[in-house]
């Protein structure tokens, strides 16, 4: 069975600071696909990033990034110079590789607090 | 830019009462779920339907829940006999295959009272 973890329940920054969100996730499959959602104050869940299993690059993009570490099964998440704007509730999700309708599996979510 | 929408927006209902909850995918997706979430907590997964059939359900989705897609644009999540329980913020989303992002609509939040 999958099962995502993240042990941060929140977090509160000051404008500018970089936050970084654990993420760690557990699966049987050699295949899977992690995710990174937001959910802002007004409860929509907004789509961040995409990463496959067989690709650790880790990459930038904007002002997110994530470090992917299979080895650890970990799939951290970095927002850098925090804004106001940023505060939210993250869930990352695991998806793994199967036949047809791959449902996501959320973490319990880190809420983001940014103060101006 | 194409979205999932859902309606409405805040359903009350009373216990017992039957509800539909109603999405419209993104149109040129394949892949459809459900998805709850009771206030404050996790999402979790109900339901996955592909070609006209359901695919995965959880165990939370029992005989009380079902799943249809009646014409080419609708898919609707019905609740028999509502329980307390079920009050949560229900989610529907998409995706055009497998192994790419769900796309979620703005939710229904439902209050069973």
């Known amino acids: 069975a999958q099962k995502v973890t993240q042990a941060q329940t929140e977090i509160s920054v000051v404008e500018k600071e970089d936050v970084t969100l654990d993420c760690v996730y557990e699966?049987?499959?050699?295949?899977?696909?992690l995710f990174w959602y937001k959910q802002p104050p007004s409860g929509e869940l907004v789509f961040l990033i995409r990463?496959?299993?067989?690709?650790?690059q880790n990459e930038i993009s904007g002002r997110y990034s994530w470090n992917f570490q299979k080895s650890t099964s970990s799939f951290n998440f970095t927002i850098t110079a925090s804004q106001v704007v940023d505060s939210a509730v993250y869930f990352c999700?695991?998806?793994?590789?199967?036949?047809?309708?791959?449902?996501?599996?959320f973490g319990g979510g880190t809420r983001v607090l940014v103060k101006p | 830019e194409p979205e999932v929408t859902q309606t409405p927006s805040h359903q009350v209902t009373q216990m017992g009462q039957e509800v539909i909850l109603r999405c419209v995918p993104i149109?040129?997706?394949?892949?459809f779920y459900w998805y709850r979430q009771i206030l404050g907590q996790k999402v979790e997964f109900l339901v996955s339907?592909?070609?006209?059939?359901?695919?995965?359900k959880s165990e939370i989705f029992d005989d009380q829940f079902s799943v249809e897609r009646p014409d080419g644009s609708n898919f609707t999540l019905k609740i028999r006999s509502t329980k307390l329980e079920d009050s949560a913020m229900y989610f529907c989303?998409?995706?055009?295959?497998?192994?790419?992002?769900?796309?979620f609509g703005p939710g229904t939040r439902l209050t069973v009272l």
């Open positions: 990463r496959n299993s067989f690709d650790e």
């Open positions: 699966t049987r499959d050699t295949t899977y696909y």
């Open positions: 339907f592909y070609n006209n059939e359901i695919s995965e």
């Open positions: 999700a695991l998806s793994e590789n199967k036949a047809a309708g791959n449902k996501l599996t």
């Open positions: 149109s040129n997706h394949l892949y």
């Open positions: 989303a998409s995706n055009r295959g497998d192994y790419n992002e769900q796309f």
